[in-house]
């Protein structure tokens, strides 16, 4: 599956809170981009690719039940969220799950506690992808990381079946450059010529002996599968 250090958005205006959480993370190698006041982080958790975001309700200029409803109003892919607040009562725990919460946690709370909620929420975000994954004329099989189109096997590299999987994924949305590099290399990125060759192998493969090429180059905005429903 996949290996690479998780990259985690930390949206919490305590300098020291974050520091703490900064601290225990970096044992574990994670990559990680912190917020302190809602309207940034809303602007990074929809413009960046995170797997798990850490998020405080009582924050400056957006508070966090705001990020929340705006992100899943807005974003085009899921991002699971957990989210941190000092208030216990029922009502702020129902208020965010219903905007789209994935988890809770009350201050003052345990790191490795929040270490492993977030690593639960991107496994269990992870688990319905392992099977097969059908769009359109394609088929891909996560277990023999098989790619078929229009029933005919086809051969891939690993990073061309890496960008196949990402687009199948996120169909009919748009995946950014930055959040294609992301997903295949995490915070060690190549330079652009590396995604470009890769992408020329994947459609040399997936779209030349076919009447019609399923990969689209969105300009300025990233790629996405032209598949036509229907």
Known sequence: MHNKELKILVIEDNPEISLNIADYFQQYGTV??????????????????YDCIILDIMLPKLDGLGVCQ??????TRYTPIIMMTARDSLADKREGFELGA?????????????????NALVKRHIQPMQSTLTVG?????????????????????????QIIHILMQAHPSVV???????KI???????????????????KV??????????KTMHGIGFCLDIKNG
């Open 185 to 203: 290399w995490g915070d060690e990125h190549t330079d652009s010529d590396a995604l470009r060759s890769h992408l020329y192998q994947l459609r």
């Open 70 to 75: 705006q992100l899943r109003q807005h974003a």
């Open 137 to 161: 004329p394609l088929q891909l099989d996560n277990q023999t990381k098989q790619v078929r189109r229009d029933g005919l096997a086809l051969k891939l590299q690993p990073i061309p079946w």
């Open 32 to 49: 990680m981009d912190f917020a302190d006041n809602g309207q940034l982080g809303l602007t990074l958790a929809i413009e960046q690719y």
């Open 206 to 215: 997936i779209d030349k002996p076919f009447t019609s090429p399923l990969i």
């Open 176 to 182: 950014s450059r930055t959040e294609l590099c992301d």
């Open 102 to 118: 994935d988890d809770y946690l009350t201050k003052p709370f345990d790191l490795e506690e929040l270490w492993l909620r977030c």
